[in-house]
Every structure is written in C-alpha cells, then in structure tokens.
C-alpha cells in the first residue's frame, strides 16, 4: 500500500475537490438565513432520507461499529438493533408532524425557535437553554468526527496523528462555511451512496478470499467462543439486563439528535415522507448489517496478528485487499461518512449560535446575510473548540459518540415527543424536561457504577420533570392550543 500511496491521494483529491465543487454550487443558491440552515425546505425524500442517513451514521459506521463488532462478537447486534428500531420510529412518529409543526409555529428555522414559539415563550430562556445543550453535546460529537479523520489519515498516510486531524478539520470546514445545507445535503447524498457502497464490498471480498461464512465463523469460534453468543461478554459473563437494555437504548437517542432532525423540517413536501422513511429504513439496515459484517469477517481475515486499534478494522481490511485505485476510492468512502456528520453538526451549531444566541440576544434586527455570515464563523469557532478535544489520540470514536448521543437523546427527546403529541404541555414543562435531561447525562456519567447507559435515567427523569412541571403550571394558552389542533387535524 506504501508503494501507491500517490494513487491513493490522487483518488482522495479527487473527491475532495467534487465536494468543494458542489460547496460552491450550493453558496450560489445562498441567499438568506432560511437557505443556509434548512436549504430553503425544498430537499426531496431521497436526498432528505439519504442525508438524515449519512449525517446520522458518521465514521462511526465504518470505524466504531465494526471495531466494537470485533471485540465483542455477535454482542454488537443489540446496538445495530436498536439503532435501527430508533431510525424507522423516528421517522414514523416525529417526521412528518414536526416538518408540520415547524412550520406552523412561525417557521422555525432550529430546533430552540421550535421550541420557543411552540410554547410562547416570551422570556427565551427555551431557546437559549436548548442552544447551550447543542453546543455542549455537538463539541464531544463533532471531536469524534475529528478522531475518525486523524485515524484515518494516520493509517492511510502515515502521518502524525495530530496534522491528519488538522488535514480533516480544514476539508469538513471548508464547503461548510460556503455552502451552508444546501452543500451538505448534497454532498450527504453522494457520501451515504458510497458509504453503503464500501461497507457491503469490503466482507463479500473478504468472505470470498477466505472461503465463505462458515471460515470466517470457525476463525472468530477459534479465536474466542464466546464472540459467537448474543448473551454473553467475551470473557463469558452473562450481559444481565442492565447491558442488553444499555446497547438497545442507543435506538432512543433519535428522537432528540438536532442534525437529523432538521431534515424532517427541510423537506419540501411532507407527504413525501412516507417514501423517505421507506428509504432511509433501508439504507440504514443494509449499512448496520454490513458494518457488523466487517468488524466479525475482520476476526479471521487479519488472523493472530490483528491490529493495535480495533476501531481501524475497516481501513485494514481495504488496505491489505485492493487495488490501490479501489482502495482511494473506498478509502474516500470513510472520510465520506466522517464529512457526512461532522458538516452536519457543525451547521446546526452555527445556525444555534447565529438564530439562537446572536440574533435573538444581541440582534433581533439582524439582516438575513448578517446571519449567515454570523453562522458561516460560527463553523470556524465551533470546528477550532471540537480540534482541541480531538487532539488526544487515546480519544474513541464509539466513546464520544456514546456520549453526544445520550445528551442529545435526554435533552431534547421527550421535549420533542411530547410537544408534538401532548396538547397540554407547556412552557415550564419543556424546560425542565430539557434542562434535567441534559444535566441528568453530565451527572450520571460520572457516578455510574453499574454500568447502565446514561440515555436511560436521562429520558426517565425528562419526561417524569416535563409531566410534573406541566401539571403543576398553568395550561398553555388559547393559541397555544389552537395551534396545536390545527396541526392534528392533517392527520
């Protein structure tokens, strides 16, 4: 591989440079706050399910799962099954009213405006709340998009891990400032394609040199039996239930992740929805079966010698099977789902601080291009903030993720959920639904002593603090409630 490294780059450029071509197409088509955040609500439902997808998945895909599917076996499908249980809900139950209710309520941009006119609330303490959270969560979030990229460039490249988490960095930032969602979403469309792509072609060509699935299984039994059990850890201790609940509770995080959740509000037409749900259901399911399928297909192919990081099982295995050409080209596929979700976080948080702090704090009289240029710096603070965390190469792509996820999932899950269905919740009621479910991650992570995902307490202990503060004030308003028949009654 040494020896084609300048194909390998060639190939790399080359992709990069289609992704700064369509960043510039996109800030041609940028004309106000309204486009650079939401692209206008114009996304069909394969680009809209496609870049829920790819902005969803990230490098963990391709490095985080099938790491943690090669050192835990078949252990890591009750992750993949929880994740995909919480992708088709997600879209069956908040998609279609939330592009609905986002609309309704003076056209909220973010998920803090949703928040702040679905419930009135005069002081902005929701909105600035909500902003706080997504710029907490996003910087362990967008680092660990970072950590993939400096994996992935130190172990195709040879470099030092710090100037390849540098090299990421400086290409995810790029089309981001210019092209805003538009650029994303596009570009989320060629990146999920490929990522699914990739993932399938890399353990039906291992499974093919090695001779079928039944070499690949008798290679992880000889390794360790217990890989092969869905009920036990690899040293043989039984999961209990604590650890099986933990893995599924990922699915949970869906309902609150604001980068996904913005493709609901940008798609042009909610009747479409029910065809990108169908869509994204798929993709998701072909590429969490295909990621298990490399980390298990990585055991024996690579043998005794294995690798000194699991969470580079995937790049391993291009590097030691193709053609220098195929490997750039699958290798890109990486950084495709690295870009897919850290672009994505990166705009949400800018658009947080540019809607959530700068215009509604400072400059309620802002003008539109004021604002996008406000969110295009806002990328560069945000990108430069989540570097500092991913300068420490003991950082895991899984870990971070892990924890980004939970915080998103309990802040602002059970807000979002029952905003949309509950016609009596209110303004006290969503904010101590987000404040305690945030605070419940920060906390729990750092007392937990049995091992339980801090997701779980944290979306328990939001939605007990959203009924009871609910309960305890005042009913929303006429309006308020209004509103809110208005919106059920398309359905």
Request: charged letters at 10%; proline letters at 3%; aromatic letters at 12%.
């Amino acid at each position: 591989m040494t020896g084609n490294i300048g194909i390998v780059s060639a190939t790399f450029a080359v992709y990069i440079v289609v992704m700064l071509a369509i960043g510039y197409i996109a800030y041609k088509r940028t004309n106000n706050l309204s486009d650079y955040i939401l692209g206008g609500r114009t996304l069909g439902p394969g680009t809209a399910a496609l870049s829920a997808g790819a902005s969803d998945m990230s490098g963990w895909l391709l490095l985080g799962l099938p790491g943690y599917a090669l050192a835990a076996g078949y252990e890591a499908t009750w992750i993949a099954a929880g994740l995909l249980a919480g992708t088709w809900l997600n879209w069956l139950i908040v998609a279609r009213r939330l592009r609905v209710y986002s609309h309704a309520v003076n056209d909220s941009l973010t998920l803090p405006a949703y928040f702040e006119f679905r419930f009135e609330d005069k002081s902005r303490a929701l909105r600035v709340i909500s902003a706080i959270f997504i710029l907490l969560f996003f910087l362990f979030y967008t680092s660990s998009g970072l950590v993939a990229a400096g994996k992935l460039f130190e172990s195709t490249f040879g470099l030092s891990y710090e100037i390849a988490v540098v090299l990421g960095t400086l290409v995810i930032v790029s089309y981001t400032f210019f092209g805003g969602f538009l650029a994303v979403s596009w570009t989320d469309v060629i990146q999920g394609l490929l990522m699914a792509a990739a993932l399938v072609i890399v353990p039906i060509i291992a499974l093919n040199t090695m001779g079928g699935w039944d070499e690949a299984r008798a290679a992880m039994e000889a390794s360790n039996p217990e890989l092969l059990t869905f009920f036990n850890d690899v040293e043989g201790n039984p999961l209990g239930f604590v650890a099986i609940i933990s893995l599924l509770a990922w699915g949970l995080g869906y309902f609150g992740q604001p980068h996904i959740l913005a493709r609901f509000k940008a798609i042009g037409d909610d009747a479409a929805l029910p065809t990108a749900r169908r869509i994204a259901v798929i993709w998701t399911g072909i590429c969490l079966i295909a990621a298990l399928m490399v980390g298990w297909v990585g055991i024996g192919f690579l043998g005794e010698a294995g690798i000194g990081d699991a969470e580079t099982v995937f790049l391993a295995l291009i590097q030691a099977m193709m053609h220098p050409v195929v490997a750039g080209i699958l290798l890109a596929a990486v950084l495709a789902a690295i870009m897919s979700t850290a672009d994505s976080q990166l705009l949400v948080s800018s658009s947080a601080l540019a809607e959530d702090f700068y215009k509604a704090l400072f400059r309620r009289d802002a003008t539109q291009n004021e604002l996008v240029w406000v969110g295009r710096f806002a990328v560069i603070g945000i990108a430069l903030l989540a570097l500092l965390f991913a300068f420490n190469p003991e950082s895991t792509v899984l870990g971070l993720v892990s924890y980004a996820w939970a915080g998103f999932g309990a802040a602002f899950g059970p807000a979002v959920i029952l905003s949309l269905f509950w016609k009596r919740m209110n303004r006290n009621g969503a904010l101590a639904g987000i404040i305690v479910g945030g605070l419940t991650v920060v906390l729990y992570k750092q007392i937990d002593t049995i091992g339980l995902y801090e997701i779980i307490p944290g979306v328990i202990l939001a939605t007990i603090a959203i009924v009871v503060a609910t309960l305890l004030s005042p009913p929303p308003s006429a309006t308020i409630e209004a509103t809110f028949d208005e919106v059920a009654n398309r359905y």
